[in-house]
């Protein structure tokens, strides 16, 4: 059964582990997850899979197709909904805590990356630039943009651009400790997005 969880990242903080090192770690909010949905196989959906909600708002809030497919299992308005492939042996409308990871488990964390704007090709692909002396005239510009003979320019060629806000995974992260009583997971390094962002941790494959 492949395990999924709905999130909140709170920010970083460190912990000391038993043999006395300094572990940097991701507070996750997991909240209430509820499961949402239940697909399977033998039903008109053709595969199994569940989906996950997370985090309560006002109705008004969502839509209203979204609305009528919670309130249509008793379920609240939720935000958030990630479907993963899979069965689970929980019901519709069961809330999924934190314990559904255990500390040394390893996961991957989904999220969406802080957005940094319209930004050149120094910042945005991490070039090395041109020289810094007086009358360089090149000294962030990306220069030549491809070879005369083609007479246009290459498809993935680098320009300045809008960079981040894009979905990232970061994978096979180890959870380093699991509050139970606070929902919280601590998980070993950094995760995708700033804090307040919503990630979804998976099982790794």
């Not at 000391?16 to 399977?40: A, Q």
């Amino acid at each position: 059964m492949p395990r999924l969880l709905l999130g909140k990242k709170l920010g970083m903080t460190q912990i000391v582990d038993e043999d006395g090192r300094v572990v940097p770690v991701t507070v996750v909010d997991t909240g209430s997850c509820r499961v949402t949905m239940i697909k399977t196989a033998d039903g008109k959906d053709g595969y199994d899979a569940y989906q996950v909600g997370y985090e309560e708002v006002h109705p008004k809030k969502l839509t209203k197709p979204e609305r009528e497919h919670l309130a249509k299992k008793g379920l609240p308005p939720l935000r958030h909904l990630k479907e993963i492939r899979g069965t689970t042996d929980a019901e519709v409308g069961a809330t999924l805590p934190a314990t559904t990871f255990a500390e040394g488990d390893k996961v991957d964390v989904t999220g969406t990356s802080k957005g940094k704007g319209f930004q050149g090709v120094v910042k945005r692909y991490h070039w090395h630039g041109g020289d810094m002396t007086h009358g360089s005239m090149i000294h962030r510009k990306p220069q030549s943009g491809g070879a005369t003979d083609p007479a246009h320019v290459f498809k993935n060629t680098g320009k300045p651009g809008h960079m981040g806000h894009e979905t990232v995974t970061a994978k096979r992260l180890v959870i380093a400790r699991v509050d139970e009583a606070r929902n919280l997971l601590l998980i070993k390094g950094a995760v995708p997005g700033p804090r307040g962002g919503v990630v979804a941790v998976r099982e790794a494959k």
